[in-house]
């Protein structure tokens, strides 16, 4: 095996870290500026834009974890403190869990308000057998609207670490997630 194999993710687990990343803050913009739009009819036409993009999230993250059963990330960086290596992986749990409990929640809010999600017409998603209830659906954005902002607060602290461990330590963590970069083993 060379070294590269055994201290970098594989291509395409890069690949898909980094699409998702992007797709998670385009993600959060949409709906900020679908809660910035100057009518209600203007933010639920940008909205739409968030309910598609969330199926597409949905379906890359389910592409990524099922690559890294084929592929398993490199062992943890050497080094690290026990708490730091335990709340690494908690935290990148934390992601995968919200990444996949966020989308779905949405379909079973908008399943509770009757309506089905159109993905840029291409396809959709038909309202899930769950009771109609205006009540229950807007309960389940609250819901989800708090763990998105959760799930921003761990993309700081997570996109903070790596930068605090690659700059001040200097013990390579990004170029695990990056195709070029000193590969250390
Ligand atoms: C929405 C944004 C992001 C999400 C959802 C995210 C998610 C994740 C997840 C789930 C992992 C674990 C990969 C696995 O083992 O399967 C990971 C690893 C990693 N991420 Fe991110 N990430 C984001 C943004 C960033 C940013 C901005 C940086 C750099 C500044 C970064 C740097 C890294 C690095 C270096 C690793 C490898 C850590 C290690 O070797 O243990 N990520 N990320
Ligand atoms: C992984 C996919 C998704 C992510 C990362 C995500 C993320 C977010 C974020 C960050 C917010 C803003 C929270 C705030 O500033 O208050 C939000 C709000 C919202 N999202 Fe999503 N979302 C996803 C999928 C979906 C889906 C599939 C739907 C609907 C089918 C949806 C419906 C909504 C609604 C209605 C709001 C406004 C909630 C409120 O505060 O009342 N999202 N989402």
């Known amino acids: ?102 989308p779905v929640a949405g379909w079973i809010a908008m399943s509770a308000f009757g309506e089905p999600i159109s993905v840029w017409g291409l396809f959709s998603l038909p309202a899930l057998p769950v009771p109609r209830s205006e009540a229950l659906g807007e309960t389940i954005f609250e819901l989800h609207g708090a763990s998105g902002i959760a799930l921003l607060v761990l993309v700081a602290l997570h996109a903070l670490a790596a930068l605090k461990h690659t700059f001040v330590d200097k013990d390579g963590t990004l170029w695990r997630m990056l195709p070029f970069g000193p590969a250390r083993g």
Do not use: D
């Not at 194999?5 to 990343?21: D, E, N, P, Q, V």
């Not at 059963?69 to 749990?93: D, I, M, Y």
């Open 1 to 102: 095996m060379s070294l590269n194999a055994r201290t970098k993710y594989s291509g395409l687990a890069m690949l898909l870290h980094w699409l998702i990343a992007v797709l998670v803050i385009v993600q959060w913009r949409i709906s900020e500026a679908a809660e910035e739009a100057p009518t209600r009819e203007a933010g639920g036409q940008i909205m739409a834009n968030h309910f598609a993009l969330g199926v597409v999230i949905f379906i890359v993250v389910a592409l990524r974890l099922l690559w890294r059963q084929v592929s398993p990330p490199p062992p943890q960086v050497p080094g690290h403190a026990p708490w730091e290596r335990s709340f690494a992986k908690l935290v990148h749990f934390a992601f995968y869990a919200l990444l996949l409990v966020m």
